[in-house]
Structures are given as structure tokens and as C-alpha cells.
């Protein structure tokens, strides 16, 4: 163990081992996030955490991203109180979009999770704008609109007419 860090400082081994040890509890933890905080760089924080990871014979805690975590992060930080049915509803369409794109072999990226939160908004008339969601979460507006467009393809439904698809046959797979 002690050869493990050999050669860092002590605040670059806090940082590594505290970003790998939020990963491992599934908390959502950006890793510029962290890097600003604990003022070590990405590289130094990357490679200590996947050390520690390595050691402990869980690599796999970098690879696994548990999508509603991010999701319940990211409507947590909006500045507004979402209803308890928009965000079901919002749930529902991600987890949905999630699993079928991973279907496809597609990356649910960041940008994929804000454009499927901006779709389930669209489907429902609930007002929550692109720049809004990009605000406060590491995605861009032109990723987000390329990951809907991306989106609206995979499922062959027209995105100007979002707002006429119900959420319910949208989440059952129902394409008119």
C-alpha cells in the first residue's frame, strides 16, 4: 500500500482517493468539480483515483454511471421547485431514452441526459429552457441540441412536434 502514492503529496492522495470514494458511493461528483475544490489538477486527481480503484479490484466504479442519480443532481440544482408529476414524468422519459439508446450502443452522455429532461418538458408544456439545464450541469447548448436531434432520430419522431406526443405512448414505445 504504501508504494501506491509514492511521490504525490498528501493533497494530491486526498483528492484521488476522496473523488474515487464519492464514485464508489454513487454520489455525483464532476471531476472539474472536484479538481476546483480540492485545487489539485484532473490529471493528478484521475490517475490517483483509478489507482485506488485498481487496489481496491474495483475498476469498474469509473464505468458504471447510474443515470436517475444524475438526473435527481441535476433537477436539484434548477432554481425552481418541479411538481412531483412533471418529475415523474421526466423520470420516466429518461430512463426510457437511457435504456434505449444504450440499446443502440449509443453513449447516454451528459448532453443526452439534458436533452431527454428538455424533450420530457416539451412533450408535457412545462417551460424549462436549454439554457436553463446548461447552465447547471457540464453540457453544452449545442451538444444538447445535437444529442435531441440525435434522439429524435433513433426514435423517428419529428422534434417541432414534441409537444404533440403524449408522454405515455412516447415511454410504451407508441410512434405515430
Not at 453540457?139 to 408522454?167: H, N
Request: charged fraction near 25%; proline fraction near 1%; charge should be positive.
Amino acid at each position: 500500500m504504501e508504494h501506491l502514492y509514492r511521490g504525490y503529496s498528501v493533497e494530491k492522495r486526498a483528492a484521488g482517493i476522496t473523488f474515487y470514494v464519492l464514485k464508489e458511493q454513487g454520489i455525483v461528483c464532476h471531476i472539474s468539480a472536484h479538481s476546483k475544490l480540492t485545487k489539485v489538477t484532473k490529471n493528478d486527481i484521475s490517475k490517483l483515483a483509478r489507482r485506488a480503484a485498481s487496489f481496491q479490484k474495483k475498476s469498474n466504479v469509473f464505468a458504471n454511471t447510474n443515470h436517475l442519480n444524475h438526473l435527481d443532481a441535476l433537477l436539484g440544482r434548477l432554481d425552481r421547485e418541479i411538481p412531483y408529476g412533471i418529475r415523474y414524468n421526466i423520470i420516466r422519459v429518461v430512463e426510457y431514452t437511457s435504456r434505449e439508446a444504450e440499446g443502440f450502443d449509443l453513449r447516454f452522455s451528459d448532453n443526452m441526459l439534458v436533452g431527454s429532461v428538455w424533450m420530457a418538458s416539451e412533450m408535457m408544456g412545462y417551460d424549462i429552457r436549454q439554457e436553463e439545464l446548461t447552465s447547471v450541469w457540464s453540457a453544452s447548448a449545442p451538444g444538447l441540441r445535437a444529442s435531441v436531434k440525435q434522439l429524435c432520430e433513433l426514435f423517428k419522431i419529428d422534434r417541432k412536434k414534441l409537444s404533440d406526443i403524449d408522454i405515455d405512448e412516447f415511454v410504451l414505445g407508441v410512434r405515430c
